[in-house]
């Protein structure tokens, strides 16, 4: 077997460069077409009637005079007569038409009645809750009791953490188009390879008679790996409809109702440590909801895993409201909020720095090196030392400043892949995976990584995803893709260079594996002037093509690819006492993230996952639910808040790219840097103005209400 | 810089009003939220034109798009984003909130930047519409793009059109912008993936390149 490990750091010539996406160009020019925008000869387009009601039963249901409506070519029933629709937005009815609008007029036509049942859908208040929550049963580490009675100290807080939305700028949905036995699907996914599979089991039709297609796509954050309801029922339209395709995507109100959640996480958390700063002890009773199954239980204390004493309490609250989907980071914003605002008040109390206390503590760690030299650095390139006051102590004035931090950790190994990588006899080059680029930068890193191995520049490589005629390619979620594809794309085009070294031994007249594949030449080892240039090489291969796979399998990466990292985040922020406002000046970040591909693209999900994981869910993203009528209050992008450019501050990314870091192999980094910054920016809110804003997001309303001791 | 000439107005059909104001006018499903305000502005909107009523049928118009004429069959409800996208194939600008809060889709509209979600086709005739396929030709991307492929101001790329096409405006008007005036000027738009670090060096940068060269 070839040895498929990377080369050494100071060999590589195009791994580790920061080069620009190669779909840059295409995206910039408004010239790239996402499934949205892909117009098919004959298509129809889709709308969907939802149900107004949080929790009610379909009595009837009346499709007539939408069936008859201009331009309707199919109506497709998903909830139909004795559904339990279970929260506002459900799907009901959808319906096919030659343009949108003419679908909504139909939509207008449905004539549905409902008889309305109790909802409930407010989960902050576990008093509230009664039989809708659900425990989860204590768990119980050590002697909890005998470590808070030794306690010199014991900090008991409360913290709260949202629902929020995906909100993704491409909405949910695609083109589906089933003639005879055979669907095609234009979609808007994170799993190419994983929607396919689902499309067959919805739809009953045989995986090899599913197609997908997509060249880009417009946001996921986690929440777009399945068909989901509306899929289906676009391609029941189009079965109705003759096979003409339909296409589907939610309108942004049905998309933030129902496009997917990241559950909440509330706790009642209380911190025994000694006079030093050592924790000794952890207790939570903690609550949350990802909608009506419950779900989303945070992974707490977080990072801190080995507090030695430790008993939990957790329960499950279930609200008329749509399912939780994953999340960028599933749970672990909520996680390093809980524990990590704890453990800031906990410094607090102690009169104590909290970066002695967080690096004091990272015995209890998984990494406790890394966290100190992370914690360090983030300090050093925030000026900690000499910028740091203790909490309250901002000085005179009505504007407040101070600094936080917060620490995380992530796993992020290489998924299951597989890559063809074809060499033609013109010296053409492509790798071919049923990936997808999700806005990561995923197609760049293939290529680097083809090219790197071949020796050829970047441009002489196609990179080929974005369909399921190419080799299966796992899903793109927690952060497993660059692994996967990395790995898979090295050993296919090592096994393909393999091949070519075989097919051009004779003619350069020495061993294959004397051959070594450099700057544009097929040459021997130690000897460069005997070869034969890349081009010249492939024409000996005639009429044949060489076509060699390689895959990735996530239980023996062979040293390509690995999980496991650790980061630390420092925010620096100024609150005006008098209104309420959180303004970010500053936030620095480190992260670990092994062997760095693409550094410029690494840097920019760093600085993604700051914002709009971070600034975003510290300040001002939020799912409001109305306890009237059981809906999504803010369904709309005016009351559903995100950053904006002006709202970001200026961010600071420091990579590990030390040596030891290198030699991990590649580890993911979408999910890592959008974990600390929430954390990170309420202690630093905290810090400035001397009281702790228990919920996130930090509203001017809420940050006002801590200021006078009172509740938002 | 050469502003073209806006083409020639006949008497072509209007709407007579905003899309915006019948938002505001309709408020927001729940009200609560400062439904009064809304209330008051929507009655602050100019009242309807005395133009003749069109539709509620698909009507002809033309529309002056990236410098040609396009002739088109639109119901009056089109707004020139849907006329743009799913008449004209012009996908660059892109819908995503579809009530003017995000800014994918703005377009250039008579030397402003426009969402073209929040204006009805009909109510586009007559005016210079420029669009993000006219910035561009075939690889030579215009500064405003160079630098947000350089400065790698994009991820998933969907908010990416509306954002050049409001740096170009901005730029247009602006030829020496301070950092807080491109924050500023870049306000209207909204991007997810958090690619604000690059953009605000693209559009920086764009601002120098930009300066003395030959404009789209």
């Known amino acids: 077997m070839p040895d498929y490990s990377w080369p050494p750091k100071a060999k590589r010539k195009v791994m580790g460069r920061r080069m620009d996406r190669l779909d840059g160009p295409e995206k910039a020019s408004g010239r790239a077409k996402y499934s949205s925008d892909v117009q098919r000869p004959g298509m129809l387009y889709a709308a969907i009637l939802t149900s107004p009601h949080a929790h009610a039963r379909v009595t009837s249901l009346d499709t007539a005079e939408a069936e008859r409506s201009p331009g309707v070519t199919a109506v497709e029933v998903v909830s139909g007569p004795g559904t339990e629709i279970q929260w506002a937005g459900t799907e009901i009815v959808a319906v096919a038409a030659a343009t949108e609008d003419q679908a909504r007029d139909a939509l207008r036509k449905i004539k549905v009645q409902y008889e309305v049942l109790p909802h409930f859908v407010k989960d902050e208040d576990l008093n509230k809750a009664g039989s809708r929550a659900r425990a989860a049963g204590e768990q119980v580490t050590g002697d909890p009791d005998q470590a808070f009675k030794q306690a010199d100290v014991v900090h008991e807080g409360y913290y709260g953490i949202p629902v929020i939305t995906h909100c993704t700028l491409e909405s949910h949905g695609g083109i589906m188009e089933w003639q005879g036995d055979q669907v095609a699907h234009w979609a808007s996914t994170q799993a190419l390879t994983g929607i396919r599979s689902d499309i067959s089991t919805s739809l009953k039709v045989p995986v090899g008679n599913v197609t997908v297609h997509q060249d880009h796509m417009g946001g996921g954050f986690g929440s777009k790996f399945a068909a989901d309801r509306w899929g289906v029922a676009a391609a029941q339209l189009s079965k109705k409809s003759g096979g003409r395709p339909v296409r589907v995507f939610l309108d942004r109100a049905t998309e933030l109702q129902i496009g997917g959640v990241r559950p909440s996480a509330y706790a009642k958390v209380r911190l025994a440590a000694r006079k030093d700063g050592t924790i000794l002890g952890w207790e939570s009773q903690s609550w949350a909801s990802g909608g009506v199954g419950g779900g989303g239980r945070p992974p707490i204390p977080y990072v801190y895993t080995n507090i030695p004493n430790q008993r939990q309490t957790h329960q499950a609250v279930s609200i008329n409201a749509q399912g939780a989907r994953a999340w960028r980071a599933p749970n672990h914003q909520q996680a390093c909020y809980i524990t990590q605002a704890a453990m800031d008040d906990l410094a607090a109390k102690l009169n104590m720095d909290p970066l002695e206390l967080f690096k004091k503590n990272a015995d209890v760690t998984a990494r406790a090196a890394v966290y100190r030299q992370q914690l360090d650095k983030a300090a050093e390139l925030i000026e900690w030392k000499k910028r740091w006051h203790p909490r309250g102590q901002s000085g005179p004035g009505t504007v407040k400043r101070g600094l936080g931090l917060a620490v995380h950790t992530w796993g992020g190994a290489g998924h299951a892949s597989q890559c063809r990588c074809n060499i033609h006899a013109d010296g053409s080059v492509e790798v071919e995976l049923a990936s997808q680029d999700i806005g990561t930068g995923t197609r760049t890193i293939i290529a680097q990584t083809a090219a790197e191995t071949l020796g050829l520049p970047v441009g002489a490589i196609k990179v080929k995803i974005g369909d399921t005629a190419f080799p299966p390619s796992g899903t793109s979620g927690g952060s497993t893709t660059v692994g996967g594809v990395s790995s898979s794309t090295r050993k296919a085009t090592m096994n393909a260079l393999a091949k070519l070294f075989e097919s051009v031994a004779d003619s350069i007249g020495a061993p294959a594996e004397q051959l070594e594949a450099v700057e544009g030449r097929i040459q021997v080892k130690g000897a460069p002037a005997k070869g034969l240039a890349w081009k010249a090489a492939c024409q000996k291969l005639g009429v044949k093509t060489i076509t060699e796979m390689g895959e990735n399998n996530p239980k023996q990466p062979g040293g390509l690819n690995t999980g496991g990292v650790g980061g630390a985040q420092i925010a620096d922020v100024s609150v005006d006492t008098e209104t309420g406002l959180v303004t970010i000046n500053k936030i620095v970040a480190v992260q670990d993230c092994g062997l760095i591909i693409n550094p410029k693209t690494a840097e920019s999900q760093c600085y993604g996952g700051m914002i709009m994981a971070g600034v975003c869910g510290a300040l001002f993203e939020e799912r409001v639910m109305d306890e009237q009528t059981g809906r999504v209050l803010n369904a709309d992008m005016e009351f559903y808040k995100l950053a904006g450019i002006g709202d970001i501050g200026q961010l600071v990314v420091h990579l590990n790219m030390e040596p030891e870091h290198d030699q991990r192999g590649v580890v993911g980094l979408g999910e890592p840097p959008s974990i600390a910054t929430i954390t990170a920016i309420a202690n630093a809110v905290t810090n400035a103005i001397g009281v702790r804003v228990t919920n996130v997001p930090l509203t001017p309303a809420r940050v006002l209400a801590a200021l006078e001791g009172r509740t938002a | ?216």
């Open chain 2, 1 to 216: 810089m050469n502003q073209p000439k806006e083409p020639g107005d006949p008497k072509r059909l209007r709407s007579g009003f905003s899309r915006r104001g019948f938002i505001r006018g309709v408020g927001i499903g729940s009200g609560a939220l400062g439904g009064a305000v809304l209330h008051e502005e929507a009655l602050a909107e100019p009242p309807a034109a005395a133009a003749g009523v069109a539709g509620p049928g698909a009507v002809s118009i033309t529309l002056q798009v990236n410098g040609k004429p396009q002739a088109l069959n639109v119901e009056p409800r089109v707004t020139l984003l849907d006329a743009l996208r799913n008449h004209l194939n012009l996908t660059g600008a892109k819908k995503v909130c579809d009530r003017g809060t995000c800014g994918a889709c703005t377009v250039i509209m008579a030397g402003k930047v426009v969402y073209a979600c929040n204006v009805l086709a009909i109510d586009a005739q007559g005016k210079n519409i420029q669009t993000i396929e006219s910035l561009s030709t075939g690889s030579r991307l215009h500064p405003v793009e160079a630098a947000f492929v350089r400065h790698d101001a994009q991820q998933c790329g969907y908010c990416t059109p509306g954002f050049v096409m409001a740096a170009k405006n901005f730029l247009d008007k602006n030829p020496n912008p301070t950092m807080q005036q491109i924050e500023h000027g870049l306000s209207g738009n909204l991007c997810r993936c958090g690619t604000y670090v690059g953009m605000r060096q693209a559009v920086l940068e764009a601002s120098k390149a930009m300066k003395g060269g030959p404009r789209a």
